[in-house]
């Protein structure tokens, strides 16, 4: 089993579409959690961070349910430019520092 | 967010040479670095992990002769290809890590074609 894993995508939606991408970690030491988003043949990029209380970022909503190690980010009003890969990224502390980073989600908004 | 920057961000190289390819945290000093390479359509692997002032960790089927890596501030970290081939073309990207955070921000990338 993988430690991060991902929907396998890709997420085809139109314009103004919610999307939702879950994420599931295996690693009960894992500490932190971040989404980044990765556009074709660009470096990743920090979309946000998430926290067990949920956060969110204009149309952009991160939650974490630690009891069921699995994370979340919903997309409201999708745009044409939303349209990336979407990683989720675990911290694991626990016989040293590791980053785990899912295989990525890609989503395609479509006009 | 932080800022990281790579460079160069395209070089192409004859077979044999040797690349060297710099990654700086321009707005906070990172005391971890990581090195990162990508094929097309493919996750990112991880290469190594690299300390300022210690010898970096090199993952699983990586060859720590072949990819130098050298972190002497805690700016900047190099990656060095050495004697590149064909297969090593790639898109090479460089992390740094906020101490306080945990949050990882990546310089630009390097696109690497051996000839």
């Known amino acids: 089993r993988k430690e991060v894993e991902q929907d396998p995508g890709p997420f085809n939606v139109p314009e103004g579409a919610t999307v939702a991408f879950n994420c599931t970690y295996s690693?009960?030491?894992?500490?932190?959690f971040f989404w980044y988003r990765q556009d074709c043949r660009k470096e990743p990029k920090l979309l946000m961070s998430v926290y067990s209380s949920g956060n969110e970022d204009g149309r952009f909503t991160a939650q974490l349910n630690r009891a069921s190690q699995y994370i979340s980010l919903l997309i409201r009003d999708s745009k044409l430019s939303d349209s990336a890969t979407y990683l989720c990224?675990?911290?694991?502390?626990?016989?040293?520092?590791?980053?785990?980073f899912g295989a990525g989600t890609r989503l395609f908004v479509k006009a | 967010g932080a800022v990281v920057s790579q460079h160069p961000s395209r070089v192409i190289c004859k077979s044999g040479t040797s690349v060297k390819i710099e990654c700086r945290s321009l707005?906070?000093?990172?005391?971890?670095m990581f090195w990162y390479r990508q094929f097309p359509k493919k996750s990112l692997m991880l290469m190594a992990t690299?300390?300022?002032?210690?010898?970096?960790?090199?993952e699983q089927g990586v060859e720590k002769d072949k990819f130098l890596i050298n972190h002497a501030s805690l700016t900047l970290s190099t990656l060095t290809v050495t004697s590149a081939h064909p297969e090593d073309s790639s898109f090479y990207i460089c992390s740094a890590r906020l101490r306080t955070t945990y949050e990882q921000y990546f310089g630009p990338g390097t696109r690497l074609t051996v000839t």
């Open positions: 690693n009960s030491a894992s500490q932190s």
């Open positions: 707005d906070f000093q990172a005391t971890t």
């Open positions: 690299s300390n300022e002032g210690s010898k970096a960790t090199y």
């Open positions: 990224v675990v911290n694991i502390r626990g016989g040293g520092f590791k980053t785990i």
